[in-house]
Structure formats: C-alpha cells, structure tokens
Antibody
Framework: EAQLVESGGGLVRPGGSQRLSCAASGFTFNTYSMIWVRQAPGKGLEWISY????????YYADSVRGRFTISRDNAGNSLYLQMTSLRVEDTAVYFC????????????WGQGTLVTVSS | DIQLTQSPSFLSASVGDRVTITCRAS??????LAWYQQSAGKAPRLLIYAASTLQSGVPSRFSGSGSGTEFTLTIASLQPEDFATYYCLQLDSYPRTFGGGTTIEIK
C-alpha cells in the first residue's frame, strides 16, 4: 500500500527557515511526480508546488515562488520542501501527495505536518 | 489562473438525504477535475477523478458528472461518515487550484 509520511514541522520565527520531508513507501517513488499542498488553520486547500518524477520539471504557486524550494531524492524515496523567509501567513498544515496522471489527481496524501510561524 | 467556485459553501442535511455540490471553473478544463472529502483533522481523500470516475474503494453513493466548466458531486444517500468538507480540484493547468470547499453538517 502506498504511504507518505511528512516530518519537519514546528514553530519558527518570521524570516526563518524550515525544511519539510516526506518519506514514501509502498510504490515505485521514482516513477511518480509529487506535490505539496498546504492548509492554513480553518481555511481551504492551497496547492504550492510540483516536481516531476526525475526532478527536472518544477512549478510553484506565486505565494511561495522565490522562497520555497521543492526537491527529491529518488534513491532515498524522499520529497523535500525547503522554506525560507517564512511569514506569519505561511502558518499551515503541509501535506505531500503523489501526483498521478493528469486526470487522476493527487493520491495518496500524507497525514500532514504543522508549521507555525510566530514570534 | 483557473478559478473554481463551489456552491454552496455550507449545507445542512440529514442522514439519507440526496445532496449535490456544484463546482464551476473560470475556463474550460474538459474533464480534468477531481473531488476530495476531508474530515476534521484528516488528510483529504480522493473520491472522484476525471470528473466522473469513482476512486477504488469509494462507496457507490458518490458520483460525479460534468465537463467543460460545470461539474457536480452527488451523494445519493448521506451517511453519518459523509458529514465533512468537500473540495474540487482542477488538473488542467498550473497552478493547480482548489474550490473553496463545501461543508456538510448534520441537520
């Protein structure tokens, strides 16, 4: 069974940095694109980044472009999100998910990891 | 960017009711639309993809329809575990975008 487990969340000061990890198991990681989605407290879902299976195609939402960097380690079955210049409005639960075909959407998702940006 | 407008934002219903949620796209996305269910404190769960294809393991009371700019998610007979928030997601172009969500509460 495909499974994703995020880690790395916590409390960080405004302007600080944080690195999130997503460990994949139960599927051939290097054949799937991956994404990050976040959800601010009490709010809806926001897609923030995509990385292709090989890592050579990357997209970002405008809200994080230039501050966040997505990457992957196919040998280690892991996805990462390096976050810098964090703002209070980046406070959210961050989910990683497998991006299936264009028509099939994101599935499965990890359980999420909470990042709180506060002074 | 493609905007997705869900309606209603909030729905009060009873067990056994038939409910329909609408998702309208700001431009033609053919059939590149998925529906998710999210219960409190949980990750989203894929229900429907390609506008009308039921994800494996999802009960048949859930169905999706539509194409182009107008889509619907229907729950034929609400069950207690269906009281949750539902989101549509467009997969036609980047940035991927979600609808604002529809919360179904118990009447």
């Amino acid at each position: 069974e495909a499974q994703l487990v995020e880690s790395g969340g916590g409390l960080v000061r405004p302007g600080g940095s944080q690195r999130l990890s997503c460990a994949a198991s139960g599927f051939t990681f290097n054949t799937y694109s991956m994404i990050w989605v976040r959800q601010a407290p009490g709010k809806g879902l926001e897609w923030i980044s995509y990385i292709s299976s090989s890592g050579n195609v990357i997209y970002y939402a405008d809200s994080v472009r230039g501050r966040f960097t997505i990457s992957r380690d196919n040998a280690g079955n892991s996805l990462y999100l390096q976050m810098t210049s964090l703002r209070v409005e980046d406070t959210a639960v961050y989910f990683c998910a497998r991006h299936q075909t264009m028509a099939e959407g994101f599935d499965p998702w990890g359980q999420g990891t909470l990042v709180t940006v506060s002074s | 960017d493609i905007q997705l407008t869900q309606s209603p934002s909030f729905l009060s219903a009873s067990v056994g009711d038939r409910v329909t949620i609408t998702c309208r796209a700001s431009q033609d996305i053919t059939y590149f639309l998925a529906w998710y269910q999210q219960s409190a404190g949980k990750a989203p769960r894929l229900l429907i993809y390609a506008a009308s294809t039921l994800q494996s393991g999802v009960p048949s009371r859930f169905s999706g329809s539509g194409s182009g700019t107008e889509f619907t998610l229907t729950i034929a007979s609400l069950q207690p575990e269906d009281f949750a928030t539902y989101y549509c997601l467009q997969l036609d172009s980047y940035p991927r975008t979600f609808g604002g969500g529809t919360t179904i509460e118990i009447k």
